[in-house]
């Protein structure tokens, strides 16, 4: 039988968005012709996919206009290319309006892909736009008939907001069959990946620096906040401590987590998209059997739970990650072995791949 053709889109320039890549990758593989739609804004970096894949060119200067200048282009692209054999694919709110208004136009299946909750993002908390983001959550969500999203208590808000139950399928990366050689490091690393953004914890962390000996910290990725806090490594005279390692490909970072000694997914409570998140960086240690501290949020202490990789911080105070850090660092790496090794088995992305087709066969019905 011949799959379905499958237009994913997503306000993004594609480059670095593992979920996305992870789950077109699962489909292409599958037998669905595959296309992607991002956009330009963020950069456009040359990337080569075995699927078919564009940008939408954007020409607002600012966020805002952006937004409305991409949902108007890529309902435009949308009806050019989908016919009554297409499965629509939308990657969060900010992409959900033209392939909601498409699929009723068309009348054919929509799958929603919400990788977090858009709405209570610490971005847009308290603005004007915040306001406009749920009045279009409240209209469209409650009517999706296939939504899938990235943690289970992702799934619970949408459930207990407006009686949808969306299928779990977590960002996980692939397994990783690992025989490294767990190296010797000195100083030890400790490593941050993933945006540079409020409410990581990463100025913390920065701070709890004083009170560690022999540890080196590195931080890879980029973001808004970058700036920021390399300004606080100067000023707290912490440069001999601190590395930023800037934005990386997927394959590097992988070898630079597998070289760290501990890994860091610290995230404050900046609202309930932050509170109820089961961080990337969490998965992808796991996978290359590293050692994390972590926050006493729900899905890292549901994880610290089953499976005991890491410590929970106390609190954000940088005494406290200090603490954490060097209980972790004194056990050592070996030691959380059998227990990494445990967890990485199941939360790999060949586990969440199985549902997520199960939900695009029951699409293409």
């Not at 025989?179 to 409410?199: C, H, R, V």
């Not at 606080?232 to 394959?251: A, D, M, S, T, Y």
Request: proline fraction near 5%; charge should be positive.
């Amino acid at each position: 039988m011949k799959r379905k053709k499958v237009l994913t889109s997503a306000f993004s320039n594609l480059y670095t968005d593992q979920r996305i890549e992870k789950v077109c990758r699962t489909l292409h593989e599958n037998g669905y012709e595959i296309e992607l739609i991002g956009n330009n804004w963020g950069g456009e970096e040359q990337m080569q996919r075995p699927y078919q894949f564009s940008r939408i060119n954007l020409i607002s200067k600012t966020l805002k206009t952006a937004y409305f200048e991409f949902n108007w282009k890529l309902y435009h692209e949308l009806k050019k290319k989908a016919d009554e054999n297409t499965i629509l694919h939308a990657n969060d709110l900010d992409a959900l309006l033209p392939n909601y208004l498409l699929s009723k136009k068309l009348n054919i299946p929509l799958v929603f892909d919400s990788h977090e909750i858009f709405s209570e993002m610490p971005a847009v908390q308290g603005k004007m736009s915040q306001k406009l983001w749920r009045y279009l959550q409240n209209k469209i969500v409650p009517n999706l008939k296939f939504m899938i999203t990235a943690s289970g208590s992702y799934a619970k808000w949408f459930n207990n907001k407006y009686g949808i139950k969306p299928i779990v399928i977590q960002n996980a990366p692939k397994k990783i069959n690992f025989s490294f050689e767990i190296p010797n490091n000195n100083p030890k690393i400790l490593l941050y990946q993933g945006a540079i953004n409020p409410f990581r914890g990463i100025d913390k962390a920065i701070l709890a620096m004083h009170h560690l000996e022999n540890v080196i910290f590195k931080i890879a990725g980029d973001g808004p906040r970058k700036k920021e806090y390399e300004d606080l490594v100067l000023k707290e005279n912490l440069q001999h401590k601190i590395q930023f390692l800037g934005k990386l490909l997927p394959e590097d970072l992988r070898k630079i987590t597998l070289a760290a000694d501990l890994g860091m997914s610290i995230e404050e409570n900046g609202g309930k998209s932050y509170e109820f998140s089961l961080p990337n960086k969490v998965l992808d240690c796991i996978q290359a059997r590293v050692p994390l501290i972590l926050s006493p949020l729900p899905e890292m202490t549901n994880i610290k739970r089953q499976f005991n990789i890491g410590e929970i911080i106390e609190n954000h105070q940088p005494e406290n990650i200090a603490k954490a850090i060097s209980l972790v660092l004194n056990k050592g790496r070996k030691n959380y072995q059998s227990e990494l090794e445990k967890a990485s088995e199941i939360l790999c992305w060949e586990n969440e791949e199985v549902k997520l087709l199960e939900v695009f066969e029951r699409a293409s019905l």
